[in-house]
């Protein structure tokens, strides 16, 4: 079946320092990648996402690129501040055409601190 | 517009009883997907409603089931509990269709079952 694996945490990085979250998959078609993010005590926020190889998902100064050749989908920083201390999910989805549904099958997790 | 309601926020519950828990979408959103959140297992899917009917079931025993009403409100009932079950439930809405599935969480319920 479908899998999710990302670098194990945590991550502690200065404030300025260069972000990368490895995330790679498996899956049986061609599935939507996506980065979420987890706040203290919060739900997940979509960070980005990429629905096609070679597409690059962008927000907030994270960007991330599908890469289909080496099914990966890492995840980039240039300068991380002290509020994306979070933990951050590497996920896909992958229709499941008989049905028209979809489920996100998400990786474990990895949770990022960023001191001043 | 309104984001994902998730209600309550925090339950405590004892083992053997039973839960209700309740996710209101986006409007609009026909899709509502439920997912178990724990320190051990991660985020793993439980089910999927789409305008009222089941579209897609997980890997979890027969007391956790859930039903989507005709305003896209959905709830997820989880019987007979043990303390397992202890987790932080997310609600997931979407569109629900191939061409625009973006998924917008709620901020959750934690159970805690003691």
Redesign the interface.
Known sequence: GDSVTQMEGPVTLSEEAFLTINCTYTATGYPSL?W?VQYP??????LL?ATKADDKGSNKGFEATYRKETTSFHLEKGSVQVSDSAVY?C?L?E??VG???????????TKLSVIP | KAG?T?TPRYLIKTRGQQVTLSCSPISGHRSV?W?QQTPGQ??Q?LF?Y?SETQ??K?NFPGRFSGRQFSNSRSEMNVSTLELGDSALY?C?S?S?T?DN????????TRLTVV
Do not use: P
């Open positions: 996506f979420y005590g919060e739900g997940l926020q979509l996402k999910f996920a989805s229709g499941n049905a028209g549904s979809y489920q996100l099958t998400f990786g474990k997790g | 994902v998730q997907s997912y991660g985020l899917f999927e789409f579209r897609n997980g997310l997931a979407s629900g191939a599935y973006g998924y917008t969480f709620g901020s959750g």
